[in-house]
Each structure stands twice: as C-alpha cells, then as structure tokens.
C-alpha cells in the first residue's frame, strides 16, 4: 500500500487507484466520501475524548489533586463512562421550548465543527480539502457555530439561556474581528491563504520566528482570541456555572448536550490546530535556517506526531488559562477586543507589511 | 449607578422592558438557599429583593423552652462558619448575667479558638469567593488549608466545624496536649502560604477589574443599613467589637482594626485577607503564654440567671453578633433574640448592586460572604 | 459619656419617659405616641447622635407587647436601649423608625412576621418568613398541633 509514515500522499493515491479498479468513478467519489466521513467522525470522537479525560488531568495538577482514577487504570476509561452515561439520559425538553430549533441547535455547532476540520493539513498528504482560500474558509466557516449557540439559548424558553446565547453570541462575533485579522497578518507573510502553502513555506523557519515581533503578536492575540471564540477560559460567561447555571444548554440533556460538551472541545482543538499550522509550522519540523545536521534530526520525527504535539502543546496553554484566571465580565471581554486587541492587531498588520516589502524577515 | 427605587413589584407596576429574574433558592452563587428576585433591563439590575426564610428554624422560639447549655448548642447551627464565636457569644451573656469571672486560662483558650474559626472562615470565603468569579482553582487551595485549622479543632472538642466547645463557667475539656504546638505549626505553615491567595486573586488583573468601583456603600449607608464586619469596615465604619467593647482576652493582645475608606467590593476583600494577617498575629501573641488553672468553673447544675435583660456582643467572621436574653429568673429564658450579622448585611444589596450588571451582583454577593442559616434562624 | 451622665442628659431631654439604669445599658422607656419624635431626637442631637441601631426586638409580656430598640452612637461610643410598650396584646401598633434608621425596615418586618406587631407608615410590611396565612409563632399563646410538641 505505499505507507510511507513521512508521506501520506502516496498511500492516499494508492488507495485511490485501488478503488478505481474496482468501481466506477462515481461510485468511487462516494466510497472515499464515506471512507473520509467515518474516520473524521473517529476521530473527533477518539480525540474529544482524549481532551475531555487530558483536560481533567490538567485540571487536577493545577489544584494539587489526581483527578480520574479509579475507572481504568489512571481513570483512562473514565471519559468512555461518562459518554456512556450521557448516552443513557433521559431527553428532557421543555415544554414550551420550539421543538425544531431545540434539536437543531446542537447539530448546527457540530457542523460548524466537522466543516472547520475539513481543511486542516494533519502531516505531509494528509489534507482532505486544499482550497486556495483556506484560512478564508476556516474562519468564515467556524462563525456558522454561533447560530447554533444563538439558537439554543433562544428555543429553550428560559431566560437563563437566552442571557447566556446572547452574551456568547456577542463575544463570538466580536472576536471573529480579531481572529481573521491575526491570521491576514500571517496571510501577508505567507503571500498564500492555501494552508498547504502556508505549511510548506515554513520549511526553513517557523512563521513564529520569521515575522518576528509581529509574529508574535499576532500569535498572542490570535490565541487570546481564540480561547474566547471557543467560549472557553477567562471568557466562558456564556456557560458561566455561578452565574447562570449552564448558560445556553441549561435545558440540554444527554446526547445532545453531549454533541455541544464535544463541540466545544473540538473547536478547542481547532484553535490549536489552526495555531500550529499558521504559526508553528504545521507538521513541518523545527527547522533552524540553514542548520543542515539540525534540520536533518528533526525530520526523524515524522511529521504526524510533529503536528500532534504542537497541537497539544497549544491546548496545555489554553487549558493553562483557564484554570487559573477569574472570569471576565460580558462588557470587560467586548471593552478588551474593540478597544484594546483590534488596534493592535490593526497596527500589527502595518508592522507586518513593513516587515515583508523591506525583507526585515528571517 | 442609578439611584434604586424601592418599588413594590406587582404586575400592573413592572415596566415593559424590564424583565425578573429568579436566582432561586438552589443556585450556586447564593451561598445557601437564598431567593433573590432581581428585576433586570438587558443585563443591569435594576432592583433586588431578597426573599429569605427557606431555612428559617424557629431557633429563637426553640430556645425558650431550652435550658441555657442547650442554648448554646442551637447556637452552632446559625452561622456555622463562626460557630465557636456564637458559642461564646451565650456563654459570656450567662457568665455576666451570673457575674461569674471566668480564669485567664479559659479566655486565653477561648480567643485562640476564636481566630482559629475567623481564619478557617475566611478562608472558605476566599475560597469561594474565586470559585463565584471564575477562578476554580482557588477553592482547593483555601480548602486545603482549611483542613489543617479543622483538624486541630477536632483533636482538641471533637467535631470539626460546630465546636460546641464553650460551656458557661469555661470550656469543656482542657486543650489537647498537642494543641500548642500544632497551632505553632499552622502559623508558620499558612503564614507562607497567604502570599500564594494574593499572586492567585488580589494581584491579578482580571481580579481587579471585576471588584473595583464595584459595589459601592457609603459610610453613612453602612451605619444606618448596620453593615458590620469586613463588609463595613470596607466603607470605614469603625465597628469591631474586639476593639471597642472587648471581652474575653481581646484586652491583652495588640492588633489593628483595619479600615478602608474606598466601599468597594475589592475594599470588602482585601480587609478580609488582612484580617487573615492579624488574626495570626494574635494567635501568635496568645499561643506561648496560655496560663495555667482551671479551664472551667464549677457551675451549679441548673442554670438561672436573675431577672433582667442581658446583651452580649462579639465580633464574628461576618460582623456584629448579638445575644439578647430576657430572664424571669427560670431556668428556661422568657426570650431570646440573636442579632445576626448577615440579616443586615443582606439587606443593603439593594444599594451595593443596583445600576451593576449580573456578573457584578454575584461578586457582591461574594464579598459581603453571607452565611444563611445567619439570616432565616 | 458614662451610663450616669447619659442617664442625666436623657432625664433632662425627654420629659415624659422613664429614664433607668439596667444591668448593662441605660434605658429609656416612652410611650407608644412619642416613639417616633423620640427616634429622631435621639439619632439627631449632637450630644446624643445614637445612629447606630444595632439590635431590634420584640418581646411579649403577658399584659403588653414591648419593643426594644438597642442603639449605639459611633461618634461618642455610648449605648441606650429605648424601649416602648402596646397596651394592646391582641393587634399590637407602633410607629415604624425606618426612616431614621433604615436597617430598622427588615428587622420590622421580621418582628410583624414573627410577633404580629404592626408599624404604621412602614414602606414594605410584608412578613419575611413565613406565608401569609402563618400565625405568629414567638407569642406566647402560639398553638401548633403538629409542629410544637408541649412538653
């Protein structure tokens, strides 16, 4: 089959050809479309579970306790039993909540999610889509998940969720601003919105070092804005517990409050993702300039676990945040995006133009 | 901040923009089952009534058909968190009542406990204080520390949290042998320990931000709405008991009442971490020279004050404690009123909090630390 | 000032109430009609400036119902208990002293809540524990079959 750990490509199109052989075009466009759709749901479940048990891991370091461990060895099966339980819940709804909305709600943000993940490149050849508007679209698709939010505070019929969709709502859209506008820095350096570009012309240097002071404002604030697009950390009013209780799925039961818990989660990793690929280099090992015997160290590692660990390392920071800060105010976290992040990151796309035309760069 | 109106809410009354909100009786941020009807427009509070009695037990009206040890015992469930200082609160009104002058070793021990319970009784507040903004990791750490006050009060009467430890005439067992040295050993333990609560919460700038300017109480409204403790104390009202009508061994050892003109919650707060300080100090002062004697006086078995009205005043972890006993000279008293704390300091929500957003409502809540079963008795 | 000197400048000030020193504090006892001149008299006067009402109860005695005021003066350090007594057992009325002291509103009601005793021109005076259908459990003469076990 080609498995080529450093190269996915050729597997890929092996696996292409060998479905051709066997099917017709269309039918092979349907299997691969399948093959594809089942591994990501895969992996979104392995992984959301992976983050869901590491996050209380992480937390429970932080407060000097163990955290999970009882249910496997080191509480490893502990997320599968808590799924497991929420699977079993009894679907409770309101009775006078809008029935459609109310169970759309949480299949709209999973979308969001599953789009949003579509285009991220996970190591050399294992990229699903490769638009050349790909950071264009990454943003543009993960605003579609505030509907989702908006919509279930809304049809819960319960002025707990509504304040708490609203004020989310508020901060998303906000922080939108501040997160394309991080990454069209990056954009500006790259001179490409094709993720697979942007990755591979990190070969000699991580964007974090080429843009230098520009760089890494860009990547400050794209993880601030980050953490507050994923409702997470300092800025999780939206789903505030003592304040409003839950926010906008208070009324959300079992699976489908499952399906919001996953979301967030995944757009957690999204952020990371999304992180890495544009400022750390993607699956690109670290590579030092010219630093020939380096270079040719780091390129043992293959790129996959590159990628992971990168991405890893940003969710450690931004699972750092938020075990350790108190909660922002509704009007705090909009006073620190309007007033304070986007002329920053206004003069910081000045900076980086003058960077790139005068070749200041690495 | 808009100036409240006490407006009456009924339905023809409610303007149309302006929505309730219950933050009913369960609800994490309430401290107990508290019920607060909070009339909001978009996210500013406009009014808030509080609604009060979901755990009211008729402790006063029990305690007249109680004898005056069983009193004291009733006195632990109120405001649990200070509970040694409501213990001593009785014992001191029956020992005045009866003029009976207690030893030197009983005050000592006495005060010692006291601050030990302020201490562990801040420290839950700081606690959850952080958990109420946000800042979850703050609860184990005040509770880890907690532990250690605790289970030195359990070496010493048994039970951790409802002391139960003052009778009339003294305390009920003498200290534990170990009790001085694990006292010492705390001090110093905490005293490295405090300046972790600052780096996590008083320094921190988010902190700040959502305690500053937040909360507002003049001194004027301290004293005609009776806000004591640190909660007054934060608009400059002077009122420590220990200071100005000292009892037990407050006399003999030097601290400071602190004072914070600013009436803010961060004021309310930073005062609570300071009394954290000089409740060590004390400590400190009385842990080495605990005389020696009896640690009670022989009482008679039935306990009878004279006709008359007693009152007793201590400074407890929330503010001004009082115990008034009507007496007609039987052995049950004819009436009982405990002058709880949080009953007034509840009552100037209205004014701290309206004109502020929900967010801050629940930070003031936190500041003024209100224990509930304090307010329904 | 000491019980002695407040006792004399009470004595001089208010001419129709019993002015004694008790076990503890000074108190002062007026009638029921001069309740609310009193409370302004007292929280006003620079000498006296009791603004500090610390403590608010309500007492029944067989014959009357009598409320107890325990004020404190943050500027002088002094202390008075003012006292006031209803003839009325049955449906006991006092003035209210929560525009002098505004801590009084709660305390009021919890005393109309527990006690029965109503104050005229209070703002809000609504019973704060219990329903409205409740008797008011602290009096004497309170019956409950079910919850109270006479011994």
Request: net charge negative.
């Amino acid at each position: 089959m080609g498995f080529n750990i450093y190269d996915f490509s050729g597997m890929t199109h092996n696996m292409h050809l060998w479905f051709l052989e066997r099917m017709s075009p269309t039918a092979t466009t349907i299997v691969e479309w399948t093959v594809i759709g089942v591994s990501y749901m895969l992996f979104v479940a392995l992984f959301g579970l992976f983050l869901v048990y590491a996050e209380r891991k992480v937390c429970a370091a932080f407060q000097q306790r163990l955290g999970p461990m009882r249910v496997g060895l080191w509480g490893l099966l502990q997320t599968i039993a808590d799924f497991i339980k929420l699977l079993m819940k009894e679907l409770i709804m309101p009775k006078s909540a809008d029935k459609f909305l109310y169970n759309l709600a949480p299949f709209i943000v999973m979308i969001a999610t599953f789009l949003a993940m579509a285009v991220l490149p996970f190591a050399k050849g294992l990229q699903t889509l490769d638009f050349d508007i790909g950071i264009f679209y990454v943003t543009a698709v993960s605003s579609v998940g505030v509907i989702g939010i908006l919509l279930a505070g809304w049809s819960s019929n319960n002025k707990y969720s509504l304040i708490g969709a609203m004020r989310s709502g508020a901060q998303i859209l906000s922080y939108e601003l501040s997160v394309s506008l991080s990454l069209v820095t990056i954009i500006i350096l790259a001179g490409s919105m094709q993720l697979s570009v942007v990755v591979e012309s990190q070969r000699d240097w991580w964007f974090l070092f080429k843009g230098h002071i520009s760089s890494v404002i860009a990547f400050v604030i794209f993880l601030i804005a980050g953490t507050a697009e994923t409702n997470r950390g300092p800025f999780d009013l939206a789903e505030a517990e003592s304040e409003l209780t839950a926010g906008f799925h208070t009324e959300y039961s079992g699976i489908k409050f499952a399906f919001f818990f996953l979301a967030e989660y995944i757009n957690m990793f999204i952020v990371a993702a999304m992180a890495t690929t544009v400022f750390l280099g993607g699956w690109m090992p670290l590579h030092f300039g010219q630093l020939e015997s380096f270079n040719h160290v780091m390129d043992f590692i293959p790129p996959l676990v590159w990628f992971f660990m990168k991405v890893c390392g940003v969710i450690f920071l931004i699972m750092w945040f938020k075990w350790t800060f108190p909660r922002l105010r509704v009007d705090q976290i909009l006073t620190l995006e309007w007033k304070y992040l986007l002329p920053i990151n206004l003069v910081n796309i000045l900076l980086m133009c003058l960077v790139v035309l005068t070749k200041f760069h690495l | 901040m808009s100036e409240t109106k006490e407006i009456i809410i009924s339905s023809d009354k409610i303007h149309t923009d302006q929505y309730l909100v219950n933050m009913g009786p369960q609800h994490p941020s309430t401290h107990g089952v508290l019920r607060l009807l909070v009339r909001l427009e978009g996210e500013i509070v406009h009014h808030i009534q509080p609604h009060v009695g979901y755990i009211h037990s008729g402790i006063e009206k029990m305690c007249e058909s109680l004898s005056y040890p069983q009193v004291i015992h009733l006195t632990d469930r109120m405001d649990y968190l200070s509970a040694h200082m409501n213990n001593e609160a009785v014992c001191l009104c029956v020992e005045n009542a009866l003029q009976v002058e207690v030893p030197d070793r009983v005050k000592y021990i006495r005060t010692i406990m006291d601050e030990l319970t302020r201490l562990a009784s801040h420290q839950l507040w700081w606690c959850v204080m952080g958990m109420d903004l946000g800042a979850l990791t703050t609860f184990f750490y005040g509770l880890r520390d907690r532990e250690h006050i605790l289970d030195i009060f359990e070496e010493t009467c048994g039970a951790r949290m409802t002391l139960n430890y003052s009778v009339p005439g003294g305390v009920m067992f003498d200290i534990h042998p170990n009790f001085q040295k694990r006292v010492k050993e705390f001090i110093t333990e905490f005293r490295k320990k405090l300046p972790e609560y600052d780096e996590l919460l008083t320094g921190n700038v988010i902190f700040q931000e959502r305690t500053n300017d937040i909360g507002y109480l003049s001194l004027e409204d301290a004293i005609a709405w009776g806000v004591t403790g640190p909660s007054g104390r934060g608009s400059g009202f002077s009122c420590d008991v220990r200071k100005h009508n000292p009892y037990s061994a407050y006399p003999l050892v030097q601290f400071e009442e602190k004072l914070d003109t600013k009436g803010d919650s961060f004021a309310r707060y930073r005062l609570r971490i300071e009394e954290m300080h000089e409740s060590l100090h004390i400590i400190e002062q009385l842990i080495d020279n605990i005389p020696e004697g009896d640690y009670a006086v022989k009482m008679k078995g039935v306990v009878k004050l004279p006709e008359g009205e007693f009152y007793q005043r201590v400074e407890s972890a929330r503010g001004e404690f009082g115990v008034y006993i009507v007496s007609d000279g039987k052995k049950n008293p004819y009436r009982v009123k405990f002058r709880s704390p949080g009953f007034s300091n509840l009552f100037a929500l209205n004014k701290m909090a309206a004109g502020h957003k929900i967010a801050d409502l629940v930070a003031i809540m936190s500041t003024l630390d209100l224990v509930i079963p304090d307010i329904d008795r | 000032m000491t019980n002695e000197e407040l006792q004399a400048c009470l004595t001089g000030e208010f001419t129709n109430a019993e002015v004694k020193i008790g076990k503890q504090y000074v108190e002062i006892l007026v009638n029921a009609e001069e309740l609310h001149d009193a409370a302004i008299k007292l929280s006003t006067e620079p000498l006296l400036s009791f603004d500090y009402l610390f403590c608010l109860t309500g007492v029944d005695y067989p014959e009357k119902m009598q409320m107890v005021y325990h004020l404190e003066s943050t500027k002088h350090r002094h202390t008075v208990v003012l006292k006031v007594n209803t003839a009325d057992r049955v449906d006991p009325v006092v003035d209210t002293v929560s525009d002098v002291w505004q801590t009084a509103k709660y305390h009021e009601r919890e005393v109309y809540d527990l006690l029965g005793v109503k104050f005229n021109k209070h703002t809000d005076l609504r019973r704060l524990f219990l329903d409205d259908s409740w008797g008011f459990p602290l009096r004497k003469d309170y019956k409950d079959e079910v919850r109270i076990v006479e011994r």
